[in-house]
């Protein structure tokens, strides 16, 4: 009776072991590619759920047009700040999927600045606007591996173009569309 009791204690633990709750990391840190840009990027922990993700890249823009030849090609430089809750890591972790590296879905508030600092392009002379952009959205991060990454999002919101940042506008505001895929490395 004796081994019995230590035998069903001996198989318990593994349960036991599983009843904390997930939380996302202290500090991760990556560089994501898309088709539409580069980034480098950091998420903090701020609560077990809740991770502040800063931002700092490029994003990519093509035109076209009667004025142009060829169609353009540029990259802007972009800096993002962006809460994100991971709201189903508990789940996650209850069926045995990963959730290290932040690896979960998420609800997030990306808030972007464009600066019109410099511009990289086929073309000389071209500018952006500067604007600010507050976009909800709704996204995954899964991993592949030890260090690569995969996230995909989806967001509409808000955009506001800087005054006198561009002789083409003044006071604009439109809309914004997040929606991105990237693959990623994770350090």
Same mark, same amino acid.
């Given at each position: 009776?004796?081994?019995?009791?230590? #035998?069903?204690?001996?198989?318990?633990? =593994?349960?036991? &072991?599983?009843?904390?709750?997930?939380?996302?990391?202290?500090?991760?840190?990556?560089?994501? %590619?898309?088709?539409?840009? $580069?980034?480098?990027?950091?998420?903090? &922990?701020? %609560?077990?759920?809740?991770?502040?993700? #800063?931002?700092?890249?490029?994003?990519?823009? $093509?035109?076209?047009? #009667?004025?142009?030849?060829?169609?353009?090609?540029?990259?802007? =430089?972009?800096?993002?700040?962006? =809460?994100?809750?991971?709201?189903? $890591?508990?789940?996650?972790?209850?069926? %045995?999927?990963?959730?290290? +590296?932040?690896?979960?879905?998420?609800?997030? $508030?990306?808030?972007?600045?464009? =600066?019109?600092?410099?511009?990289?392009?086929?073309?000389?002379?071209?500018?952006?606007?500067?604007?600010? %952009?507050?976009?909800?959205?709704?996204?995954?991060?899964?991993?592949?591996?030890?260090?690569?990454?995969?996230?995909?999002?989806?967001?509409? +919101?808000?955009?506001?173009?800087?005054?006198?940042?561009?002789?083409?506008?003044?006071?604009?505001?439109?809309?914004?569309?997040?929606?991105?895929?990237?693959?990623?490395?994770?350090?």
């Amino acid at each position: 009776m004796k081994n019995f009791f230590l #035998s069903l204690v001996f198989c318990a633990i =593994p349960f036991f &072991a599983h009843s904390q709750n997930a939380s996302v990391e202290q500090s991760t840190y990556g560089i994501q %590619s898309g088709i539409l840009g $580069l980034w480098f990027h950091n998420e903090a &922990a701020l %609560s077990e759920e809740i991770a502040l993700r #800063s931002e700092l890249g490029f994003d990519t823009g $093509l035109f076209a047009g #009667s004025y142009y030849d060829n169609v353009g090609f540029l990259l802007a =430089p972009v800096i993002s700040l962006e =809460p994100r809750w991971y709201y189903n $890591l508990n789940k996650r972790q209850r069926k %045995s999927r990963r959730t290290d +590296g932040n690896s979960g879905n998420f609800l997030s $508030l990306k808030t972007s600045y464009h =600066p019109d600092w410099f511009v990289i392009s086929n073309y000389d002379n071209i500018s952006v606007a500067s604007d600010i %952009s507050i976009v909800p959205t709704w996204g995954i991060r899964r991993h592949l591996g030890d260090h690569f990454t995969y996230e995909t999002g989806i967001g509409f +919101g808000y955009q506001y173009y800087l005054t006198g940042s561009s002789d083409f506008f003044e006071n604009k505001h439109d809309a914004a569309i997040n929606l991105h895929l990237r693959i990623g490395y994770r350090f």
